[in-house]
């Protein structure tokens, strides 16, 4: 019997623990997480190690020294662009394979090829010799991010309780903090590497938890909801289950995975499937979610934080520190997130993260607005209160945005379009997130402090779309997922009016209705 407390789940679907093979296989899972958020600060600090620069983007080097140019323009390079973001080109392409490979073989597979991909890559990049071979280094990187960015949500959220579905998938953004909160601190200790290798470790370093997840997954076991989706076994998936849940009575949570399985045909045409009518608010918000999370401005943050902090004036080594600082800071409001995403709910942390990310931008623009010229930096005061407003942005995405914006993907979707609406989300923020580390520091050099304005005017939206349009989730077992829709104010409209005629239908094949 597996180790565990008991947690009593809504509705009686399951009467199951925490148990410690849940915890070991989602802790070994949320690698994954570790290996794209390692993969986004790393990128971010090696760009600003004047070593680095000297020896991969000489032109940005020589700008760097030419008192001439504007603080704002200095890092404005697109081959420095094109290496930040071509990673986000090849996750995007290997979303689309993943998702099928997620589908077909279950989320093991994904998961290890993921891992494989990430190891060759990093290989690439730690032993460059000139920026083509970073490049191509970036690149496999995508595609072990792809495939992993496509498995992992996926997998927390099935193996996870309902009622404690926030908090396991949370762990996903948590990972990614860690990650990026690990290469920080790399970063801080490697440029201080007399010799100007410390980028070489600090590219080299991410084999660490590619090889973790590489090895792994292969001891993982595979979800209850892909082997009845996969196998239709289900003896299997029942054994599976009293081993993840540590009780035997497990047979309700079983009938709806069952039942979620056979009453639908998931077996073909999924990207056609999800086009019905009887699935638009989960394209919505496979669409919606991803380009908001991006569009926040959270990875100009994570990219760029160390080359905007030098932008504002601080030195190599006090900007790496201060990277940290916004790495300690996303991660511990992230883990504050799991304790009460299943408590507040989904749309307060929304609502709250979206005001307190707007203040603190708008703040920053008004700073960087009046008292940033071309050249020149702020002075130690208002540049503590820029870092401070930066702190207080990254909490509110930390325990928003960050983790929702994976969590609400993952848990919308009905089993059989469950895989390809993950890649839809996966896709949809490579490509947000690649034009958005694509055109940054271009858009920074033409709109000056207008960016953080822009970016603040974005966060008024999406608080208003989660506010009138996205039902709250917390607590609804993902097998029972399609009636918050129903009972949306908007989206009932849509799907309620699909759903009474399929009834109709289903009458009339019984013989007790006609068809309309």
Not at 395 to 409: H, I, K, M, Q, R
């Amino acid at each position: 019997m597996a180790v565990g407390f008991s947690i009593a789940s809504e509705n009686g679907q399951s009467n199951g623990k925490i148990t410690l093979y849940v915890v070991l296989s989602c802790i070994m899972a949320a690698m994954g997480g570790v290996i794209f958020g390692y993969d986004i600060g790393i990128a971010g600090g090696v760009t600003s190690m004047e070593p680095f620069l000297k020896k991969f983007f000489h032109s940005v080097y020589l700008k760097k020294e030419d008192v001439k140019v504007s603080n704002y323009c200095v890092f404005d390079s697109q081959l420095l662009t094109t290496f930040t973001s071509s990673l986000y080109i090849a996750g995007l392409v290997t979303s689309f394979f993943a998702s099928y490979i997620t589908k077909a073989f279950g989320r093991k597979p994904s998961m290890v090829a993921g891992g494989a991909a990430f190891l060759a890559g990093t290989a690439l990049g730690g032993a460059a010799f000139n920026v083509y071979m970073l490049i191509v280094g970036r690149l496999l990187l995508g595609v072990g991010v792809g495939f992993a960015n496509q498995a992992v949500p996926l997998y927390l959220s099935e193996m996870a309780l309902p009622r404690l579905r926030g908090a396991t998938s949370n762990g996903f953004q948590l990972s990614i903090g860690i990650g990026a909160l690990s290469a920080n601190l790399i970063n801080y200790g490697t440029e201080k590497i007399e010799g100007g290798w410390g980028w070489r470790v600090s590219l080299a370093m991410a084999a660490v938890p590619a090889s973790v997840l590489t090895l792994g997954a292969l001891f993982l076991p595979e979800t209850p909801n892909s082997l009845i989706q996969r196998s239709h076994d289900h003896q299997k998936a029942k054994l599976l289950l009293q081993r993840i849940r540590g009780t035997e009575d497990v047979q309700a949570e079983l009938d709806d995975l069952i039942k979620a399985s056979s009453s639908k045909n998931n077996n073909k045409q999924s990207f056609k499937t999800i086009l019905k009518r009887r699935y638009r608010p989960q394209l919505v918000m496979a669409v919606a979610i991803p380009f908001f999370q991006q569009v926040t401005g959270i990875n100009v943050i994570a990219f760029y934080a160390p080359l905007l902090f030098r932008t504002i004036g601080l030195g190599e080594s006090a900007s790496l520190l201060s990277a940290v600082m916004t790495g300690v800071v996303g991660t511990g409001s992230t883990f504050i997130s799991m304790f009460i995403v299943d408590k507040l709910g989904r749309r307060t942390l929304f609502m709250i993260g979206g005001i307190q990310m707007f203040a603190s931008q708008c703040i920053v623009g008004g700073i960087m607005a009046f008292q940033l010229r071309d050249h020149g930096g702020l002075t130690k005061a208002y540049a503590c209160v820029v870092l401070v407003m930066i702190l207080v942005y990254v909490a509110g995405f930390g325990w928003s945005w960050g983790p929702l914006g994976w969590l609400v993907p993952s848990e919308i979707f009905p089993l059989e379009i469950r895989s390809v609406g993950q890649s839809i989300t996966v896709a949809v923020s490579f490509i947000f997130t690649f034009i958005v580390a694509q055109t940054f520091l271009s858009m920074l050099c033409h709109f000056r402090s207008g960016i953080f304005f822009f970016f603040g005017g974005c966060m008024v939206v999406m608080t208003i779309f989660v506010y009138y349009l996205l039902p709250e989730t917390k607590s609804v077992p993902l097998e029972q997922m399609e009636k918050v829709w129903h009972e949306h104010w908007f989206w009932k409209r849509i799907v309620g009016e699909i759903s009474d005629r399929e009834s109709t239908n289903v009458r009339n094949d019984y013989g007790t209705s006609r068809k309309f």
